[in-house]
């Protein structure tokens, strides 16, 4: 069975959104508490970065199976103006508008897996998993 | 969703039962700092056993209301955060590290009286 949720972002209480379908989501496929709660910080990481920078967005959220392990997928898609430099927005406390700084590299490392596709003008993609263990 | 904030002696004591969202902490940070300037409480306990969610902005906001509130000349002490809301804010990189934390409220409340 293949489980997907999305919630676009356009205002503040859309981040508080996303992140409870998360949370939902992670309680389904019985994450244990810490990584519910990892799961749905880095939704509300990402979700609040698309609210400050890169509108219109959206969050997906997909159950998936691989190899007999359960995870969740958590997917950032934003039509905002790109990220120039990724690696740079990796770094700790880089910011580009005076925001918050621990947002991305923090998702890094909340979760397994975690990608960033981005192209200027076109928008961002992060992909993030986490494997139930 | 306006939190509300008690008063108990020359205490205040906040106790966030609802899920933060971003204006509503924003609505927290002023309206707590004009009930300390109201109330000239000598201290004030944000508690925090039901926040199942602190991510960076509201830790920034928590942080920022411990600053500001000092800077008025009031304590405040963060209680009761969930093992997994530590983690996550350690991992994340938020170390909150200007604030006076306590287990429960009964321990933030003598750490108040204790102080002054």
Redesign the interface.
Known sequence: MKTTNEVSIKN??D??AA??AG?EAAKRLEFG??D???I??AI??LA?NIYLYALPGKIVIEEIHKNNRNGLRIVAKDKGPGIEDIRKALE?GYTTSGG????V??VK??MDEFEIDSAIGVGTEVTAVKWLK | MRIPILKMYDLLLVSIQV?L???SALELQEDLLNKIHETTAKGVVLELTSM??????I??ILGEIVSMAELMGTKVVLTGI????A??LI????HLKSANTALDLEKGIEILNDIY
């Open positions: 503040e209480w981040i508080v992140r409870q949370r508490i810490v519910q709660s990892r749905t910080t509300s990481e609040r700790d918050l700084g621990a947002g590299p923090g490392r909340l | 899920e969202d971003d204006i199942e969610i602190i991510d960076s902005y830790a920034r969930q093992p997994a809301v983690i996550t991992e994340l990189g938020i």
